[in-house]
């Protein structure tokens, strides 16, 4: 029988009062008493490390709740040489990730040898992003490929860079663009390199292009593009999760939580309990007046299920949504905390699958490299166009993962089009196993010899993600709700599903600003996160992008 228990009989305060490992701010303010963050990707773990860094609140005083056994959300990487390594995403970085390159200025490495942002920006002077196959046709690798866009498609990007976002509406891409435009070579790569489809939102089409009009010259060598040393997971999230700790930060993994009891007084808003499952058994936190909370809102990587080399990854009947059906729960006749039915009921047009390949020697890797003229780490997303699929894969520098054996090799790789049939193996991508899907990506890279003995010596392990790209349909004002709404009093949500004019989704940087902005709403500090570049205000930088988008 379930019992209910509060979270002083079960989770005793560790936080003896007197002690404090925080690192002191230079800004007075109100210090809270304990803050509680549910969720525990990167939006909960920036938070924690803000609340210490520039709130003055000690590490004990912080509580992260996550269902999973382990941190880091979206930002996983798991598995080894011999069951196969894991990937269900990847995130690139680029310079004008202010919020990132702020917080993990001041994160260590595993080391202890420099900070994360020290490692990131040193790596990528080392071994920079300079595709020569950025696209890869009939097996042939093309270098920097013109970008083929009539003077009609670059009439509507140059509309949609100025645009009012109220004019846009809930429109889709394709109500903005003609139909030749979704064969371009420009459309091939940008909607691979950010996982757009023509269906998703005119709106957060146009924050990209705004967002990242500073890359559009040399978007087709995929300059600018950094990488960490490792996958996210080794170089970014367990950095940041030692740091926590040894700052004291209580984590209650394999918890999830069901329900905000939520009270209301004098038109004021607060959360009173925090309600969660672990174990089967039922309990709460008590939220005092000067306790804060901060929610993660929904989750891209939601019901993600795994295939392996003879079978396909499912998606279950009923889809396992529990981020989801805590933000329906908050959200339920309110009209400030958003509407997560936009964006978790459609997962046909928001799945996707990508999968991880693990080889026992480095054989295909010399042939691509030989192929391409890029060393592994060297040429980024590489995308086949003519693929029913529309497959990409990324060979990163290796090893690629901490601990990976001498010897191996690991690449990543997805496709948009799940639904649509293989060039080769004649199935569904979503209906492919593992070995099926490494058969296509050996066809299309040309190399039908030697794909008997690769398939015989690797383990690819597909990921169907039911919701992976819900952030990208199309929405209206208030379907994404405020950091901190207005009338909250000790509430802010936090993650890829709140509201931040200006920045994109679908990003580390929105998840950390989101955790930025949330910190110094609720504790009142008098600072603000980094604003988001704005390149599009700076002539040489549109000039540039003229002279791209015209293939000059």
């Known amino acids: 029988m379930e019992s209910a228990m509060s979270s002083d009989d079960r989770f005793p305060d560790t936080c003896a009062r007197g002690d404090d490992d925080s690192i002191i701010s230079s800004e007075p303010n109100i210090r809270p008493g304990k803050v509680y963050l549910v969720g525990g990707g990167i939006a909960s773990m920036a938070a924690a490390a803000f609340l210490i860094r520039d709130g003055d609140v000690r590490g004990c005083d912080i509580t992260i709740i996550e269902s999973r056994i382990t941190l880091g959300g979206s930002l996983d990487g798991a598995g080894s040489a011999t069951t196969g390594y894991v990937l269900r995403g990847g995130r690139m970085l680029e310079s004008k990730y202010l919020c990132t390159f702020d917080l993990f200025g001041s994160i260590p490495t595993l080391d202890g040898d420099k900070t994360v942002t020290d490692e990131i920006l040193d790596w990528n002077k080392t071994l920079q992003t300079s595709a020569k196959s950025r696209l890869v046709r009939g097996g042939v690798a093309l270098t920097a490929p013109k970008f083929g866009l009539s003077e009609g498609d670059i009439a509507t990007l140059s509309r949609l860079l100025v645009e009012p976002e109220g004019m846009l509406g809930n429109t889709s891409i394709a109500d903005q663009f003609r139909p030749t435009f979704f064969h371009t070579d420009f459309w091939f790569m940008w909607c691979t390199t950010f996982a757009f489809q023509p269906w998703h939102s005119a709106v957060e089409f146009k924050r990209y292009i705004v967002r990242f009009v500073h890359m559009v010259d040399g978007f087709s060598r995929l300059r600018g593009i950094l990488r960490t040393v490792y996958n996210q997971y080794d170089s970014m999230v367990r950095p940041l999760e030692k740091w926590l700790r040894d700052h004291g930060v209580v984590f209650h993994l394999d918890t999830s939580v069901t329900d905000l009891d939520l009270v209301e007084q004098d038109q004021v808003t607060a959360v009173g309990q925090i309600r969660y499952l672990r174990n089967g058994v039922t309990g709460m936190f008590r939220i005092d007046h000067d306790d804060l909370v901060m929610v993660t809102l929904g989750s891209m990587t939601e019901g993600s299920t795994l295939g392996d ?177 207005l009338g909250t009093r000790n509430l802010a949500f936090i993650g890829q599903f709140c509201e931040l004019p200006e920045d994109v989704v679908f990003t580390v940087e929105y998840s950390i600003r989101s955790a930025q902005t949330a910190v110094y709403q609720l504790l009142d500090l008098q600072r603000a996160p980094p604003p988001v570049y704005h390149g599009a205000f700076d002539p040489s930088v549109l000039f540039k992008a003229f002279v791209a988008l015209h293939d000059l």
């Open 309 to 485: 080399m003879e079978h396909s990854p499912q998606i279950a009947p009923f889809v396992q949504d529990e981020s989801w059906a805590l933000w329906r729960k908050v959200a339920a006749g309110r009209n400030d905390f958003g509407r997560p039915s936009v964006f978790a009921n459609h997962i046909e047009q928001s799945k996707w699958v990508s999968f991880t390949v693990t080889l026992n020697d480095f054989a295909l890797l010399h042939r691509i490299r030989d192929m391409t003229g890029n060393v592994p780490g060297e040429g980024g997303l590489m995308t086949f166009p003519e693929s029913n699929w529309l497959a990409s894969i990324v060979i990163p520098h290796q090893p690629h993962f901490l601990g990976q054996p001498d010897g191996v090799a690991v690449f990543w790789g997805y496709g948009l089009s799940v639904d649509s049939l293989g060039n080769s193996v004649g199935k569904p991508m979503s209906e492919c196993s593992g070995r099926e899907i490494l058969k296509e990506i050996l066809y299309h890279l040309g190399f039908k010899i030697e794909m008997g003995a690769v398939l015989d010596a690797a383990i690819c392990i597909p990921c169907m993600m039911p919701y992976i790209t819900s952030q990208f349909l199309s929405r209206e004002h208030g379907d994404r709700p405020e950091v901190v709404p």
